[in-house]
């Protein structure tokens, strides 16, 4: 027994003693605390939660330094990511908080202006139910424009904040998010590229080195699109306020209103499309008023479907007009170039020239369609034939444009034929399509290469659009190979950033044929599995009623719902509480017209009757209606290609090895192909 513990302590080493002496009498003591101590380090390092032993000093705090920047890097890049990646789901919570918001500061702005300044507004005071005040705000938001209350019963103050929903609803304005960050996740490639490490970010000349022309088409995208958006607005307002201001001043004054005011608001609106009024009578009083009618038209069209057509005549004119005197200038008729030649690379709303005069052929048929049923099949009507002929054909030109997503009225619509209220449901549901489609179809310029176009000295987009493996082009030979693959011959004075290098070859398919693949996109099973050998199921199902461009079951169910609710007024008034009335109203919200049949006797739209319940049947729809079409993410600089094939799916596998958050979704879709709504 001794020599057995003998024989374990000489094994073992001991702990010193205090007074530095080796282990005397007290070294059983000793050797004892030393294996207690022991296990419980063992048992500390066993443990999930303990923490490992800590380093030198020098050491742990570089490694934290590095873990730290680490961190910092993987959350900045995850955050653009999450962003790229769930655009449409941050567009639905965008519009629900901030309707939420101000609904909640215009209930309690109407409850104070009541008690405290006796009266508010002229006519009313601006107190209204909160189911009113939320109904306000998502129609003014999702540019619908339905109102359950006169808004000239408002204050002022409440009207400013409608005022401000429909410019931050605004497509044009929720659009240029989409740039804002489409450039940062350019930079994050780059850095990624660069393999810079830290904080460290790319300068504006290692992205233009890296990114090319793309980066430089960005940046002018970035300032373009909101001088567009901001130029139109003040111009209309400042047009519009002075005409009326001079004119007419007398209308906006018979319902309490300021002419600046009401003519600055009725522009905001016509740009966006909301076809909100403060006017009770909307556009009504200026039937024969040339001059308000053309300028809110020519707004109409430059905030909606012709935008892209409009964006698309600036840039050729700014192309056109650009001298090539430096090498500034050079550089600025470049990147001009680059975005006719790929605009949906850098823009979901810009096309090129053959989709820019469909979308444009589109809106003269379907508008052209409009304004003749207005004047054929109204024949006989007093409530157009009272107009004059000059003024009526005017009009009737508003009235095409209004109906298919202004939303204004220049006559009463519920006094309209049948057969023009029947076209006017059917125009009203597709008047998201045209853009839709143009946008499905310009997919097949197949701007998701696996490389940055247009970099100095890369032949890697080169080899992509020659068909070349991705190491098969010298820096070099970039002109040549793209030359040869346009049919052409190279040529020495070629610019560094030539934007033609890569020119998608695009197929063309007949007209019947492209119709035909639009009409099979539009149907409710195209998107809803990504197997076609698998069932889809209930959350498919739901997932494409909800987030595709034509959800028609969820506008059915609404229309059913609201029928329910509103049977007693059904009852007791069948004919102003009639199916097609509701049906009129229902469509109206979700294409976001919101032009209305109106209740006899009242001002404010139909909806304006109904329950409460109804009106919150109806928000949603306007809510889901806002949202067809809307991409559902952003791409990236470096993302996998849209299509079949072998080398799309290495290419997509590439995408999202490098980062890239723009590879395809499931089924097939690339995060965009679902289409923009405009």
């Known amino acids: 027994m001794v020599e057995s513990l003998t024989r374990k302590r000489s094994s073992t080493p001991t702990l010193s003693s205090p007074r530095g002496g080796c282990g005397g009498g007290g070294g059983v003591e000793m050797y004892v605390q030393q ?48 962003i790229a990646r769930n655009f449409l789901y941050l567009h639905y919570l965008y519009f629900i908080l901030v309707s939420f918001f101000c609904s909640i500061v215009l209930y309690l702005s109407g409850l104070y202006s009541s008690r405290h300044l006796q009266g508010g507004s002229s006519h009313g ?11 306000l705000c998502v129609s003014a938001q999702t540019l619908t424009g339905l109102n359950t209350v006169n808004l000239s019963t408002l204050t002022t103050f409440q009207q400013f904040i409608l005022f401000l929903l429909l410019i931050l609803g605004s497509v044009v304005f929720v659009s240029i998010s989409i740039i804002v960050v489409r450039v940062k996740l350019v930079r994050e490639e780059v850095r990624r590229e660069l393999k810079l ?49 001079w004119h007419k001043p007398e209308v906006p004054r018979r319902n309490g209103l300021d002419p600046w005011w009401m003519g600055a608001f009725n522009a905001v609106s016509a740009f966006n499309n909301s076809g909100m009024s403060l006017l009770d009578l909307n556009v009504v009083p200026f039937q024969e008023s040339f001059y308000v009618l053309i300028t809110m038209s020519l707004l109409i069209l430059a905030g909606n479907t012709c935008y892209p057509i409009f964006l698309r005549l600036i840039i050729n004119t700014l192309h056109t007009l650009c001298p090539t005197t430096t090498t500034a200038w050079l550089h600025r008729k470049e990147t001009l170039n680059f975005l006719l030649t790929h605009p949906r690379r850098c823009y979901p709303y810009l096309f090129q020239s053959h989709d820019t005069l469909w979308l444009l052929s589109a809106v003269v ?21 009272n107009i004059p002929v000059g003024a009526r054909i005017m009009d009737g030109l508003f009235q095409a444009f209004a109906v298919r997503s202004g939303g204004f009225q220049v006559v009463p619509v519920g006094e309209l034929r049948v057969g023009v209220l029947m076209l006017y449901v059917g125009m009203m549901y597709i008047s998201v399509y045209p853009i839709i489609m143009t946008i499905q179809n310009s997919m097949d310029d197949n701007p998701f290469t696996n490389r940055f176009v247009g970099r100095r000295g890369r032949g890697a987009s080169v080899a992509m659009a020659t068909g070349m493996g991705e190491g098969g082009a010298e820096p070099g030979d970039c002109e040549k190979h793209a030359m040869e693959a346009n049919g052409g011959s190279a040529s020495s004075s070629s610019p560094p950033y030539s934007s033609e290098t890569v020119v998608p070859q695009r197929s063309k398919s007949p007209p019947l044929a492209f119709l035909k693949s639009q009409l099979s996109s539009l149907s409710l099973s195209s998107s809803s599995t990504s197997n076609p050998s698998t069932p889809p ?3 498919t199902h739901i997932h494409t009623n909800l987030f595709s461009p034509h959800p028609l079951p969820l506008l059915l169910l609404a229309i059913l719902i609201i029928t329910i609710i509103e049977t007693p007024h059904s009852l007791a008034n069948p004919t102003a ?42 928000g949603v729809v306007m809510v889901c209606g806002r949202h067809r079409g809307v991409v559902r993410g952003v791409w990236g600089g470096v993302v996998g290609r849209c299509g079949g094939g072998t080398d799309d799916a290495q290419g997509e596998k590439r ?7 723009g590879e395809r979704e499931r089924g097939g879709t690339c995060v965009e192909c679902e289409g923009m709504r405009v």
């Open 35 to 82: 294996l207690q101590h022991e296990q419980s380090c063992n048992a500390q390092s066993s443990s999930p939660s303990a923490a490992p032993s800590p380093p030198p000093p020098g050491k742990s705090q570089a490694q934290g330094n590095q873990q730290r920047k680490s961190q910092k890097e993987k959350t900045s890049s995850s955050y653009l990511e999450f």
């Open 125 to 135: 005071g601006g107190r209204i139910s909160y189911i009113d005040s939320i109904f």
């Open 197 to 245: 490490q830290g904080d460290a970010r790319p300068t504006e000349q290692q992205c233009e080195e890296v990114a090319g022309v793309e980066y430089r088409a960005l940046k002018l995208l970035r300032w373009l699109v909101p001088a567009y958006f901001i130029a139109w607005q003040v111009c209309g307002c400042v047009g519009l306020g002075w005409w009326i201001a």
């Open 365 to 385: 048929v379907l508008n052209g369609i409009d304004w003749a049923a207005f004047e054929i099949l109204n024949i006989g009507n007093p409530v157009v034939e």
């Open 537 to 539: 199921t209930v959350t």
């Open 577 to 618: 509480y009639s199916v097609f009335n509701i049906v009129f109203e229902a469509v109206s919200a979700f294409g976001t017209v919101g032009i209305t049949v109106g209740l006899p006797g009242e001002n404010f739209s139909f909806c304006g009757g109904w329950r409460g319940g109804s009106k919150i049947v109806l």
């Open 655 to 661: 995408g999202v090895e490098e980062g890239g958050v």
